[in-house]
């Protein structure tokens, strides 16, 4: 019998752990889980993958007519809809799979509390599930791009890096609301108020701009801020990369993901109990 | 000589139950409550977890100082009444749910089935479902490719792989879910009550298909009410009642004791309010089994007239359903009964149902007893799922007066009716 098998039982004792080699040999399920997500989710509508693109075009002809026609919140510039759209890429993915991901562990407790497996995957499969929305999302920017004329800069190389922090702002977060909201099911009445008030925070109808030069590092704290605007400057071609932001952004990001995967691991060994 | 598969030693594990709470019977008393509620409720759900004092009225221990261990390659059973610890014990044991006290030891790949189908997802197809569930229960891809024809024609299902498995019968899907399962790979494998799915014909089989991994040299622990299962199956059992490992032995010695009824849960089986099962409206509250006098039994002859009774809460006004008893005895369905018509139960109330066993039906053995409430229209809707309940042990005094005669040797069956004999002369 060979010892890596080796499995102690024992009572939870101070901070628990993340068994990464065993994330490693469930990584098929990561794979099955998405896909689960993903198949199960359009079954019987008529648009299908179609509403991954509907819901952000629409988002962004109110608010074209709300903030850009009536309220005339500046944009820098840029065309209202093109500079409204390109934010709500990223804000659609973050809105949608933090709404996923902080119900997950409460919808999927029939299942983990009958087979042991990691159960970190739970709150990470919608992450990477919505990112195939998000990618379907692009064909709409890009019919925006030419109808505005508008030609990304060579700073889109750099758009990967921001899609990184997009994930690990929406992890960070996710951990901690799936541990929190298995056992207080008040999560799942905050979440929705909790993404509207964050999205008017971000700077998703309004440039960043508008926020005083003595606040701006403070307000990068706030991850989306930097992966928004990072979005405009890499695929609107104007302005420079707000390294400032993203670097202050991506350090909290850090933190809280960091933070989240502890707190995960410490709550992971009640979850069976409390669900 | 090698180390045990599984080492337990000292294992506990309690839980919080919810006290009923108390209620204001003021305005002024209910406004203050619902101010403070928020608190209160705070202070209950962090007590899930929280365990400042292990004693006290609202803890229970689902497992007290449970020790044993497992040799590789072992079958080993588990027996005891419901609520007894048994699942609580497979659970900790497999890393669903942590213990609060003691340690175990498990060396070597494990895998536990403790429901079928677990994560099977009614949009999608009977292919697709078994990626899925193998995955969840811990195959890679490549493993599932390879026995993937296997599970299909184990499952009988092989037209309906590509329909989304909302489509198909209950029958089917649960063993489609059996067939997934059984081909796991595991060196230690924990099964907890799942032969009680499917017709006759579809148990035999899965019985069958657990010998053959039982004779493979896997470790198994084997949970079952099924005592004729548990015999065939296993060497070794153990015998848990209220959480404590009460007895360990072989087999047979063990079943015995707990057939004996000493440890409770033989002759009836009662429910708490809040773990009754039942769904729709109907709360199936106990299920005795009484002999002529209303005593509840645990064995009895085979010319005892014995009675089987459900009782069960109506919640809803106007429900029409039927019982059902199914009978088990040597791994395979003796009989089934069920209430002639579906009698509407025109107000709510607690009724009962009773199945007369009359006297000379039953063979010498173990039967175990499944019941369920139903309406059947075209399809099955259950208020109560299928659910062995009780166990009976049943023999013959050979007095002369049974199926028997005088003959004392082995005879076959799973029923033993005191049929005629005519003797005559031809010539």
């Known amino acids: 019998m060979k010892e890596t098998y080796h499995k102690v039982i024992e009572p939870p004792r101070g901070w628990g752990r993340i068994n990464w080699a065993e994330l490693w040999h469930y990584r098929d399920l990561f794979y099955f889980m998405v896909w689960r997500q993903l198949k199960a989710l359009y079954k019987q509508t008529v648009l299908g993958f179609t509403w991954a693109v509907i819901n952000p075009f629409f988002q962004m002809v109110v608010f074209s007519v709300v903030f850009g026609r009536l309220a005339r919140i500046p944009s820098d510039g840029i065309p209202y809809p093109i500079f409204t759209y390109t934010a709500l890429l990223p804000w659609t993915y973050f809105a949608g799979s933090l709404t996923t991901a902080a119900d997950s562990l409460t919808t999927t407790a029939p299942i983990f509390t009958k087979v042991y497996f990691p159960r970190l995957i739970i709150p990470v ?15 709409v920017l890009g019919g925006l791009m030419v109808w505005y004329r508008v030609v990304p800069s060579w700073q889109v190389v750099f758009l990967p890096l921001l899609v990184l922090l997009m994930v690990l ?3 960070g977060l996710s951990l901690w609301l799936s541990a929190l909201g298995l056992q207080y099911r008040d999560v799942r009445f905050g979440v929705p108020f909790l993404t509207q008030v964050m999205m008017y925070a971000a700077p998703v109808v309004w440039p960043v701009s508008l926020v005083p030069e003595k606040y701006r590092l403070l307000y990068g704290l706030y991850p989306m801020a930097g992966v928004i605007e990072g979005f405009r400057a890499a695929l609107l071609g104007r302005g420079t990369m707000p390294w400032d932001l993203i670097a202050v952004g991506g350090a909290s990001a850090l933190v809280l993901a960091v933070g989240g995967l502890l707190f995960f691991a410490r709550r992971e060994r009640f979850f069976a109990d409390v669900a | 000589m090698s180390l045990p598969a599984i080492e337990v030693s000292g294992l506990g594990k309690c839980y919080r139950i ?24 705070f202070r209950r759900l962090r007590g899930l977890t929280r365990f400042e004092r292990e004693e006290g009225e609202d803890i229970i221990w689902a497992l007290r100082e449970v020790s044993f261990q497992v040799a590789e390659g072992e079958v080993v059973g588990i027996v005891g009444k419901n609520g007894a610890g048994k699942s609580t014990l497979l659970k900790v044991l497999a890393g669903i749910t942590s213990p609060t006290r003691g340690r175990a030891v498990i060396r070597g790949r494990i895998s536990s089935l403790l429901e079928v189908g677990t994560g099977f997802h009614p949009e999608l197809t009977g292919r697709e479902n078994v990626y899925l569930n193998g995955a969840i229960l811990g195959m890679t891809r490549k493993e599932i490719d390879r026995k ?13 792989i590509d329909t989304p498995v909302k489509r198909y019968s209950s029958g089917m899907a649960v063993r489609l879910a059996f067939a997934v399962a059984a081909h796991l790979e595991p060196e230690i494998m924990l099964v907890d009550e799942v032969l009680a799915v499917g017709d006759a014909a579809f148990q035999a089989k899965c019985l069958g298909k657990m010998q053959d991994v039982a004779g493979q040299g896997r470790t198994v622990l084997f949970v079952s009410h099924n005592m004729a299962a548990v015999n065939r199956l296993c060497s070794r059992a153990l015998l848990l009642h209220q959480g404590r490992l009460v007895r360990e032995g072989p087999t047979t010695e063990v079943t015995a004791a707990y057939l ?10 009662e429910w708490d309010e809040q773990e009754s099962p039942g769904e729709g409206g109907v709360k199936l509250l106990g299920v005795r089994l009484t002999n002529s006098q209303g005593e509840p039994v645990a064995q009895a002859e085979v010319g005892d007239e014995l009675h089987l009774t459900l009782r069960y809460r109506v919640e809803k006004p106007g429900l029409r359903f039927r019982c059902c008893a199914t009978w088990y005895t040597q791994g395979t369905c003796a009989f089934s009964s069920v209430e002639p018509r579906e009698e509407v139960r ?44 009780l166990m009976v042990q049943v023999s013959d005094p050979l007095r002369g007066d049974s199926a028997r005669g005088d003959y004392a040797e082995r005879l076959a069956g799973v029923l033993r009716p005191r049929l005629r004999w005519r003797l005559r002369r031809e010539e």
């Open chain 1, 125 to 139: 499969t919608p992450l990477l599930a919505k990112l195939v929305d998000f990618a379907l999302a692009f064909t």
């Open chain 1, 169 to 171: 702002t929406a992890l």
């Open chain 2, 18 to 41: 919810g006290l009923r709470e108390e209620l204001p019977d003021t305005l002024v008393g209910s406004l203050a409550s619902w101010l403070t509620s928020p608190w209160s409720n």
């Open chain 2, 148 to 160: 993937f024809d296997q599970i299909v024609s184990f499952a009988e299902v092989e037209r309906f």
């Open chain 2, 260 to 269: 004996s009824g000493s440890f409770g849960g033989v002759g009836q089986e």
């Open chain 2, 346 to 389: 025109a107000r709510p109330g607690i009724y009962s149902s009773t199945l007369v066993i009359p006297p000379h039906l039953l063979a010498e053995g173990e039967y175990s007893i499944m019941v369920s409430i139903f309406a059947s229209r075209g399809i099955k809707s259950h208020y109560v799922r299928p659910r062995h309940v």
